[in-house]
């Protein structure tokens, strides 16, 4: 349990997230998630970083049971420096990223996919943002890399989550495999980009960075700034009792009809091929 690193191949260090039952990060594993990926990119042997997961999903964002239990505002202001720190550890890694994701990814899993070079994702998952319906705000940033500006802003109100076959036809996501594939998906691709020059990848990451149209890490902190208003003001906290109840809003994906959107609904509703398991994850960081 927590974060290791491993090294299968030559040039590739596999950074794995592994917090049961939902891989939902305390305070100290983002922080240890975003050390082992600057690490990992900063070790002249290293040419290509794989960020996987274990367990049932990729990732469902900060630990709401932590935060809920903490009195005052520490936890949330850790929970908020920390996901700064991972997701700009994984987009400032001197090689590429390859995001291998499984399951669900929400919340903090789309500052990490969305900051990273490449997605391969297994056909069972789902991305998305229910921050509404947890009493944040954040991470819109990271969504926008992955989906055009209006689609990106339909599923941030309505919490719906997208699936990883509607990503690969946005292009943002490189390959979707069957579950039971991704790792070796993952570093087929991570082997191809570790078979380049090592300095010369790390200038084209370099490179590349510097001519994004949005600055990620200005832009996410700007987001968070009303994470805190929205915990100040009361109504983050209003809404995240609910969290897990049955009278909260619920994630559907991003072709359900509204209908099916109740979170008393099954969480098992089918949305092109894929399972939407958001209640359930809810119920168990309840």
Avoid at 11 to 23: E, K, L, Q, R, S
Avoid at 61 to 89: M, P, S, W, Y
Wanted: glycine share 10%; net charge negative; aromatic share 6%.
């Amino acid at each position: 349990m927590g974060v290791s690193t491993s090294a299968p191949e030559e040039g590739i260090a596999v950074v794995t997230v592994d917090f049961p039952p939902v891989n939902a990060l305390p305070v100290q594993g983002w922080y240890d998630l975003a050390a082992a990926v600057r690490a990992a990119g900063a070790d002249p042997k290293v040419r290509c970083v794989v960020l996987a997961a274990g367990g049932r999903g990729f990732n469902a964002g900060v630990d709401i049971k932590e935060i809920q239990r903490t009195t005052g505002h520490d936890a949330l202001l850790g929970a908020n420096r920390g996901c700064h720190e991972a997701f700009a550890a994984v987009y400032d890694c001197e090689v590429p990223v390859v995001a291998a994701v499984h399951g669900f990814c929400l919340g903090g899993g789309i500052g990490l996919a969305g900051n990273a070079d490449v997605v391969v994702a297994s056909d069972d998952a789902t991305f998305g943002l229910p921050e509404l319906d947890r009493g944040a705000l954040g991470a819109a940033t990271h969504l926008s890399r992955l989906v055009p500006q209006h689609l990106m802003r339909a599923l941030y109100y309505t919490s719906r989550t997208i699936t990883a076959q509607e990503l690969l036809g946005h292009g943002s996501v490189w390959r979707v495999v069957p579950r039971e594939g991704l790792r070796e998906a993952a570093l087929e691709l991570a082997r191809e980009i570790a078979a380049k020059d090592g300095q010369l990848i790390r200038l084209a990451k370099a490179a590349i960075n510097g001519i994004d149209p949005v600055d990620v890490h200005r832009s996410y902190r700007f987001e968070q700034g009303f994470t805190f208003e929205a915990n100040l003001s009361g109504v983050a906290d209003r809404v995240r009792d609910t969290f897990g109840t049955a009278s909260a809003g619920t994630a559907s994906t991003g072709t359900e009809s509204a209908s099916a959107s109740a979170r008393t609904e099954s969480a098992r509703t089918e949305s092109a091929g894929t399972t939407d398991r958001t209640i359930e994850i809810e119920e168990e960081q309840s």
